[in-house]
């Protein structure tokens, strides 16, 4: 029997690995994103397993609406949320609201409506939900106050989610990355390649089919197994030491 899997942000990075992955191993896609160019062109590419579409995260509304998707694309197996942005690394007394307000919306609302949406199905289908959360949201950095506090509730979601779905078969992971070499990096800094490419530079990151990987194993462990949380580092990126003021 054919499964299926919803995954958001599939325009690039991590979401476009995973729905290539598990379009290649026999899953039917569904594929969400807000840039339609990109969906369409990776329709393209994996032909009648994939159907894109270009849905805001912020929509709550049209978020909610993929729950009425008509059978086979509306029998979802394996839920996603990938879909996810951060601010520029500002202190938050320097920073723009409306960026943060994107944030929360996307990495936060968005991903809470469109799962709970899409519950009563799981549930029937005694699926699997998989959160892209972060290490920012474990380990605080400067600038990243409001990205990691979406991060650390995405964490935390899936840990309370588990209580709630208890009895119903339904597995619930957060997946933890740290450095991986997406446009992720490039967006954030407003385009700007130089401040991406000086990030990454001589070490080896992560890439978005390591992380799809590792999506892939998690949702094909026996039907008895739940990883929680999942944190996954490259070898080269490791833990910075405290940051002490000095008096002068």
């Known amino acids: 029997m054919t499964k299926t899997l919803l995954v958001t942000g599939a325009t690039a990075g991590i979401g476009a690995a ?3 992955l598990f379009a290649r191993e026999g899953w039917r896609v569904v594929g ?3 840039r339609g160019d990109r969906l369409r062109a990776l329709q393209e ?5 994939f159907m894109p579409l270009e849905i805001d995260m912020r929509d709550i509304a049209a978020v909610q609406r993929l729950a009425e998707l008509n059978a086979p694309w509306g029998n979802i197996d394996l ?3 990938n879909a996810g942005l951060a601010p520029p690394m500002t202190d938050l007394q320097d920073s723009d609201w409306a960026a943060l307000e994107t944030v929360i919306q996307t990495n936060i609302s968005g991903l809470v409506a469109l799962t709970r949406a899409l519950l009563p199905k799981l549930i029937e289908r005694r699926g699997a939900v998989v959160n892209l959360a972060s290490v920012a949201g474990t380990y605080p950095y400067r600038g990243g106050a409001v990205y990691g506090a979406s ?3 995405v964490r935390q979601f899936s840990l309370d989610l588990r209580c709630d779905l208890a009895g119903t078969g339904v597995r619930v992971t957060s997946i933890e990355p740290g450095m991986a070499e997406t ?3 490039l967006v954030r800094n407003g385009g700007d390649r130089e401040a991406s490419d000086k990030l990454y530079a001589n070490m080896d990151p992560m890439t978005a089919e ?3 990987e590792t999506v892939r194993y998690v949702a094909n462990l026996p039907p008895h197994l739940n990883i929680n949380a999942l944190e996954i580092m490259p070898v080269s990126q490791s833990f910075a030491g405290f940051t002490v003021t000095r008096k002068s």
């Open 151 to 153: 991060k650390a509730f």
């Open 183 to 185: 446009e992720f990096t």
């Open 45 to 49: 590419e994996l032909g009648d397993a």
């Open 79 to 81: 839920l996603v949320n």
């Open 18 to 20: 995973t729905a290539r």
């Open 210 to 212: 390591d992380l799809a």
């Open 32 to 34: 969400t994103g807000r």
